[in-house]
């Protein structure tokens, strides 16, 4: 097996171990926030939803970042651009 791939795999999986643990470290911390803001008001103003939009916008951004839901800058569009690039770079070197 190459090596390359090999690493590339790895990395990815330890991405998406520690995104998993992000995951469920946030709903602990929701669910402890939740708990508390029941305690001290009773719901009367629920502020705990403020951590849950916090770390849903966290979450999200880490998710769009590791599953490649960028559909304008993803891998695959970096990958274009060093390949068209390349290509650039010979056609200009052949006519010198």
Not at 77 to 86: A, G, N, P, Q, Y
């Amino acid at each position: 097996m190459d090596n390359t791939k090999y690493n590339k795999a790895k990395e990815r999986v330890v991405e998406l171990k520690e995104f998993y643990g992000k995951v469920f470290s946030a709903l602990g911390t929701i669910v402890i926030v939740a708990a508390l803001n029941y305690y001290f008001n009773e719901w009367r103003y629920p502020w705990f939803l403020w951590v849950v939009f916090a770390f849903a916008i966290s979450l999200f951004l880490k998710a769009i970042k590791i599953f490649n839901f960028n559909p304008f800058f993803g891998r695959d569009w970096e990958e274009r651009k060093l390949r068209e690039f390349i290509q650039q770079e010979e056609n200009e070197q052949r006519w010198k």
